[in-house]
């Protein structure tokens, strides 16, 4: 199983980045995909995650309206269009998989149920 995000940068405030993350080695339609992001000193936390199965999305409520996520299962692909961004979005964001979540009613932005990171993208919003 691996994933591979990309797609950081640096933007001003009010600004558009799309992530992206590669999915191989796992039945990528199944699985739950989620992005996270951390900032030094703080703990991860879940922003958006996505059942490939049903396309169900959820979100921390400080991106919603903001943030999509969305997956192209034909490309093994799970995005994050991130929009009017501001400068607390700041930080680094990392993709991740679970597959029991698929089995789950709840717990869809909780670190510890996802089993599989990428490496990390540096999103850096400036002011």
């Known amino acids: 199983v691996q994933l591979q995000a990309s797609g950081g940068g640096l933007v001003q405030a009010g600004g558009s980045l799309r992530l992206s993350c590669a999915a191989s080695?796992?039945?990528?339609?199944?699985?739950?995909m989620g992005w996270f992001r951390e900032v030094p000193g703080r703990e991860r936390e879940g922003v958006a995650s996505?059942?490939?199965?049903?396309?169900?999305?959820y979100y921390i409520d400080s991106v919603k309206g903001r943030f999509t996520i969305f997956s192209d299962s034909a490309k093994n692909m799970t995005y994050l269009q991130m929009n009017s961004l501001k400068p607390e979005d700041t930080a680094v964001y990392f993709c991740?998989?679970?597959?029991?979540?698929?089995?789950?009613?709840?717990?869809?932005?909780?670190?510890?149920?996802?089993?599989?990171w990428g490496r990390g993208t540096q999103v850096t919003v400036s002011s």
């Open positions: 991740a998989t679970s597959r029991r979540l698929q089995y789950y009613s709840s717990g869809f932005l909780r670190p510890d149920l996802f089993d599989v």
């Open positions: 080695g796992f039945n990528f339609n199944t699985y739950v």
């Open positions: 996505i059942k490939n199965k049903d396309g169900t999305t």
